[in-house]
């Protein structure tokens, strides 16, 4: 149950670390259309690319657990973590372009094949920004994904969480 938890709650850091990095890319394109054009565009971009960004986050979180479960976090290297993101990418553009499939849109293969290039690139970078971060955190024994919470030390001590 605890490790359920932990995981649960590692994924929600995740889409929000994700959301947070996505909502600013969306409001950088705002302000440059802004900027260049003199228009505001009528959705709130940074907002729905922040949701894309959470889903993208969960879906990469989940699929680094499942796939990549008994290797320790500190240990995967840069590339291997951009592959996984770029998967996770790549699917949330297919399950965006399946939704308009379903509403019988006839051109969603050219979605696919705009949004996935874009989609897996944002997870890949997102992937690295997101390991890299994690590295910079400084305490190795944060970054184990298989240690129990339990055995992570405090500044005071060993913790009894």
């Known amino acids: ?3 359920g938890l932990r995981r649960t709650r590692g994924a929600i850091g995740m889409g929000l670390t994700w959301a947070a990095a996505w ?3 969306g409001a950088v394109m705002v302000l440059a259309l802004m900027l260049t054009t003199g228009t505001r565009p009528d959705p709130p971009i ?4 922040a949701v894309f960004g959470f889903v993208g986050g969960v879906t990469f979180s989940v699929a680094l657990s499942f796939l990549e479960g008994r290797s320790r976090f500190s240990r995967l290297s840069l590339p291997r973590f951009a592959a996984w993101g770029a998967v996770a990418g790549f699917l949330l ?4 372009v399946l939704a ?8 969603f293969l050219w979605y696919l094949a705009g949004l996935g290039p874009v989609f897996a690139a944002a997870g890949a970078g997102s992937a690295v ?11 190795p024994e944060l970054l184990e994904a298989d240690q129990d919470m339990a055995r992570v030390r405090s500044p005071d001590g060993p913790s009894d969480a």
């Open 46 to 49: 940074p907002l729905v690319f």
């Open 1 to 3: 149950m605890r490790k």
């Open 23 to 25: 909502f600013g890319v």
């Open 100 to 107: 308009r499939a379903l509403r019988g849109d006839p051109g």
């Open 93 to 96: 553009s297919a399950a965006f």
């Open 129 to 139: 920004g997101s390991l890299v971060l994690a590295r910079r955190a400084g305490d």
